[in-house]
Nanobody, 126 residues
């Protein structure tokens, strides 16, 4: 059974950091791209970052939305079947429910992803 579980969310002050984890089970993480998406209240879901499958590339390729470039870093630990999203210099606009998803290609478009985690709340507020 394919499963993705997010962890590491919570409340943080502006300028602070959080590290989200996406732990996969039921499939081999290296065979798929993994994306992070977020959805704020009243807004559409948007792609935040994604990392390519090692099957398609000799090394991981990473992509970021313009709004998080230079602040967020995506990485993968194959031994733990986990993908991380390190979020630094957090802003109130980063407040949202964050989701990780399994994809066929590394893309910011949700239609390329077939399995999703349950989501985790990130709140940036003083």
């Amino acid at each position: 059974q394919v499963q993705l579980v997010e962890s590491g969310g919570g409340l943080v002050q502006p300028g602070g950091s959080l590290r989200l984890s996406c732990t996969a089970s039921g499939f081999t993480l290296a065979d798929y791209a993994i994306g992070w998406f977020r959805q704020a209240p009243g807004k559409e879901r948007e792609g935040v970052s994604c990392i390519s499958s090692s099957l398609r590339n000799s090394e991981d390729s990473t992509y970021y939305a313009d709004s998080v470039k230079g602040r967020f870093t995506i990485s993968r630990d194959y031994t733990k079947n986990t993908v991380y999203l390190q979020m630094n210099s957090l802003k109130p606009d980063d407040t949202a429910v964050y989701y990780c998803a399994r994809g066929t290609i590394a893309s910011m478009r949700s239609r390329f992803y077939d399995s999703w985690g349950q989501g985790i709340q990130v709140t940036v507020s003083s």
